[in-house]
Structure formats: C-alpha cells, structure tokens
C-alpha cells in the first residue's frame, strides 16, 4: 500500500516562511513527478509547483520567486520551501505525486496519489 504524507503547514506572520514536505511512504521505488496544490476556501484547487522526474521546475505566477520546489529522491520526499509569505498564500496546500512502486508479486506500477492536505495560515 502507498501512502502520500504532507507535512510543515502551520501558522506563520506575513513575510515569514514554511517548508512543506511530502513523502511517499510504502514500497515505493520512486515518485517519478510531483506538484503542490492549494485551495482556499469557496475557490478551486490550484497548481502551485510542479517538478518532474528529472527536476524541471514549473511555478504559478503568483509564488515565481517566493517558492521553490525541490525532491530528495533517497527520501523519496518532495519540498516546497516557501518564502516571504502573504495573507493570499493562505489555504489547505495538497501534494500530488505520481509514485513507482513495487507490489507484493514484486510488479512494477505507476499510480497518482494525493496526500490530505496541510494547512497554511499566513496571518499577523
């Protein structure tokens, strides 16, 4: 079974910083592409960032040189390091991964897992 965890949202003051964490958990051999959601209350999810399986980055225009998404693929991890945060950063930000793993017949599968979702409150 694979398992999709997000971690770091929180409280935080205008200007301030998060790290956001997603990590596959399970048999897994690697997370071939990844992206961070977010969704504020009474709107759509968005596509914050994206990273593919061999690092190239993509950016929402709003978080372009504030936030930046990077994987440890040892960890099997996907960050978002977000910086100089804003009262309209503020929503429930979600990763979406697409994982390689391995089942217990020892096949090969691809599958799209989302996580449940990390708070983020930008707030003075």
């Known amino acids: 079974q694979v398992q999709v965890v997000e971690s770091g949202g929180g409280l935080v003051q205008p200007g301030g910083s998060l790290r956001l964490s997603c990590a596959a958990i399970?048999?897994?051999?690697?997370?071939?592409?990844a992206g961070w959601y977010r969704q504020a209350p009474g709107t759509q999810r968005q596509l914050v960032a994206s990273?593919?399986?061999?690092?190239?980055?993509n950016y929402t225009d709003s978080v372009k040189g504030r936030f930046t998404i990077s994987r440890d693929n040892a960890k099997n991890t996907v960050y978002l390091q977000m910086n100089s945060l804003q009262p309209e950063d503020t929503a429930v930000y979600y990763c979406?991964?697409?994982?390689?793993?391995?089942?217990?017949?020892?096949?090969?599968?691809?599958?799209?897992?989302w996580g449940q979702g990390t708070q983020v409150t930008v707030s003075s």
């Open positions: 979406n991964a697409d994982v390689v793993y391995t089942t217990e017949s020892m096949a090969m599968r691809k599958s799209d897992y």
């Open positions: 399970g048999r897994i051999f690697s997370i071939y592409a």
């Open positions: 990273i593919t399986v061999d690092g190239q980055t």
